[in-house]
């Protein structure tokens, strides 16, 4: 199996989590197994794109876990917006080494509920590989909008204390999974939102028994819900969405927590001003 090019200790702590989790990769472990058997169950029904979901798996632990390595996170930058770019650029050279190495063929192969479907084959075409890159990659610049502009407003209202707790409960912020990724409407929804983070105005913060919570208000969840496209977009959309497949396990929710604790270590920023 090819390794970064990188010789530095980083490049090897990375090398090694990514050959650990390759193999639990094509060995099928369990967690693998239960959500293969729901993503084939989706697939059955119609959801062809309800198979990437185990290589977004992959991609998300080897590029979350890599992170969160000692060796790696005090190299890491404050501002919310640097570390989703971190973790993207991670998570694309993730799936590049996958692909370079066959993992993604060799784990869908040896899996007994994809081992009969054409889901990724050893030859990718371009448009296929470029599915693959844009997958996993698109969930952190999806969870820094809402994020970031969540952490403004608990800092504007003296809310220091475990901010990545007060926003991981949050649930109106995930609405920004579900938005549909045609270009016309997606730059609508950037331009509802704000760039680099969503706009303080589109939030209340809600005191709830566990503390103050940032929230989207009512009007900006009403209006984020007309950027939805049930059943359209690409299968970015289809598989991150927080609305779209199984309520009890959604991919977005299992990942939720752990990209938002990334994403605001107790000492970052979001001092960023947005694009005009």
Known sequence: MSRPRNGSSEGYLFADNFEA???????????????????????DAGREDALYMMAVKFTLDVTLDTLALPGIAKHLATEVAHRADQARRTAHTVVQLAIENDVFALAYGNNPY???????????????????????????PDVQVPVGGALR???????????????????????????????????AASEFLGWPYAYEDLYELQVSPTGPTPAFTQEAQDRLRQFFVPGGGCPARGVTAIDSWDPQRRLLDQYWEQTVGFLVPPEATADY???A
Do not use: C, W
Not at 22 to 41: C, H, K, M, T, W
Not at 114 to 140: C, G, K, Q, Y
């Open 153 to 187: 407003v608990l800092k504007h209202g003296g809310v220091n204390s475990n901010p990545a707790a007060a926003i991981s409960r949050s649930p109106s912020l995930r609405l920004v999974a579900g938005i549909h990724r045609d270009p016309d409407n997606a730059a």
């Open 273 to 275: 001003e947005n694009e």
């Open 21 to 43: 989790a390759a193999l639990d990769f094509i060995g099928v472990g369990p967690e693998y197994i239960n959500l293969s058997a729901q993503a084939r169950a989706m697939y």
């Open 114 to 140: 994809t081992a009969d479907v054409p889901a990724i084959p050893e030859d990718l075409t371009d448009d296929e590989a470029s599915v693959l890159l844009d997958l996993p990659t698109t969930i952190f």
